[in-house]
């Protein structure tokens, strides 16, 4: 029997064969967790009545650094809404805490620096030019002189009643007039005279428009009604002798009325205008007696 000793038996070691890794003096690292198991997908019934999960919000970017502007823009101006009306626009009016002024109350008419009066009693005065030439005559120095139907210069008496004071401070009065008197107009000479004579009564309505202090605006309308109109003369004109009888036509006067406040009297001033027309048997139509002229009246106020 053939006995092989242990060292013998050992196998050369080959040069290329990894050497054993040297033992590590460190501890063991502890085994790790396993994760737990992922949650099996839902079945069709509980994904449609799982609510749907959101996306995820994006990061918000940061806000830029704030800079401050190169000028100061001015205050821009308040405005006021609009409401619309009837197709138009127009302010509703400030908003709260802007101040708003109501408009001022007009200022109340002055009154009269005297009361208004009722009744007045005056004389009145004028002349009247126009209508018809009557007559023509010719004067010893060869200058001619005429006639015309509505000549004449006229007096008479005013009765005056203003019953009616209207407005702030009784600035308009309205009333009525009555007056009476009697107008004249004539040629005369050294060989002759002829005369043209009548009576006017004269109803009519004024009214008075108070201007400032004492003054007035006057205005009238009504009708003149000439009573026994006659054309009369002598020497020369002898043979003249007309009666034209009555007319009436209608007046209107224009002008001023002045009253003094220290004073109950009263003074007018006015244009005056008369339509009329006077029958003659001597003449193939009607006279145009119209007239322009002017009046004035002093009158005593009550």
């Known amino acids: 029997m053939l006995w092989v000793s ?5 196998q050369p070691a080959d040069a290329d064969a990894p050497s054993p890794p040297a033992a590590s003096t460190q501890a063991p690292e502890p085994p790790r967790a396993a994760p737990p198991p992922a949650a099996p997908p839902p079945t069709g019934a509980e994904a449609s009545a799982a609510p749907p999960t959101p996306p995820a919000e994006p990061a918000p970017s940061p806000a830029p650094p704030a800079t401050a502007p190169a000028t100061s823009a001015a205050p821009a101006a308040p405005t006021f809404p609009t409401v619309p009306d009837a197709g138009r626009e127009h302010p509703a009016g400030p908003p709260p805490g802007h101040a708003h002024h109501a408009p001022a109350p007009p200022a109340p008419a002055p009154p009269l620096p005297y009361a208004p009066y009722d009744w007045g009693l005056g004389i009145g005065f004028g002349f009247a030019f126009g209508g018809d030439e009557l007559v023509t005559a010719t004067r010893v120095d060869d200058s001619e002189a005429s006639l015309s139907a509505g000549d004449g210069v ?3 008496l005013v009765v005056s009643y203003s019953p009616l004071h209207l407005g702030p401070g009784h600035w308009l009065s309205l009333g009525i007039d009555l007056g009476i008197g009697v107008k004249m107009a004539g040629l005369n000479g ?9 009576f006017p009564l004269i109803p009519r309505a004024h009214a008075l428009a108070h201007m400032g202090g004492g003054w007035h605006l006057s205005a009238s309308a009504g009708a003149q009604y000439d009573m026994g109109v006659f054309l009369s003369g002598d020497g020369i004109f002898a043979g003249i002798d007309e009666d034209l009888g009555s007319a009436w036509g209608p007046m209107g006067e224009l002008g001023a009325f002045y009253r003094d406040s220290e004073e109950s009297a009263g003074y007018t001033i006015a244009l005056r205008y008369v ?11 009607p006279i145009d007696a119209s007239s322009f002229g002017l009046a004035v009246t002093a009158m005593f106020l009550l």
């Open 275 to 285: 339509h009329m027309e006077y029958d003659s048997s001597a003449t193939a139509g």
């Open 154 to 156: 006229q007096f008479a």
């Open 6 to 10: 242990a060292v013998d038996a050992q």
């Open 190 to 198: 050294d060989n002759g005279s002829l005369d043209l004579g009548r």
